[in-house]
């Protein structure tokens, strides 16, 4: 069974930066695209960025592009959000996803926050102070 576990959250002022990380366990060979996914307080949970398996193409919500990147290391099972310039209404709790389906386009992946994607991690809080 595929895992997910993240690490890298906490408390930062805006404008300040994190690196959120989530490491893969079990049979990773089957991941074909991985996500990072959003829960601000009070909100559904939102679709902030996706790369496939080579890590050569990536996708992000409007409201983080410019600022977030997010990059994989096969070699070491991980996969990483790197968030610049943080503001007040990036907070929320950060959630790592993982899917097996081939050919899943990352636009459609972007649509998936509330149902469908094969494998959640537990999230990690990230907190912006103004």
């Known amino acids: 069974q595929v895992r997910l576990v993240e690490s890298g959250g906490g408390l930062v002022q805006a404008g300040g930066s994190l690196r959120l990380s989530c490491i893969v366990s079990g049979p990773t060979f089957s991941i074909t695209a991985m996500g990072w996914f959003r829960q601000p307080p009070g909100k559904e949970r939102e679709f902030v960025a996706a790369?496939?398996?080579?890590?050569?193409?990536?996708y992000y919500a409007d409201s983080v592009k410019g600022r977030f990147t997010i990059s994989r290391d096969n070699a070491k099972n991980t996969v990483y959000l790197q968030m610049n310039s943080l503001k007040p209404e990036d907070t929320a709790v950060y959630y790592c996803a993982a899917d097996r389906r081939s050919g899943l386009a990352m636009s459609t992946m972007s649509t998936m926050a509330l149902a469908g994607l094969d494998y959640w991690g537990q999230g990690t809080q990230v907190a912006v102070s103004s």
């Open positions: 790369i496939i398996r080579t890590g050569i193409s990536t």
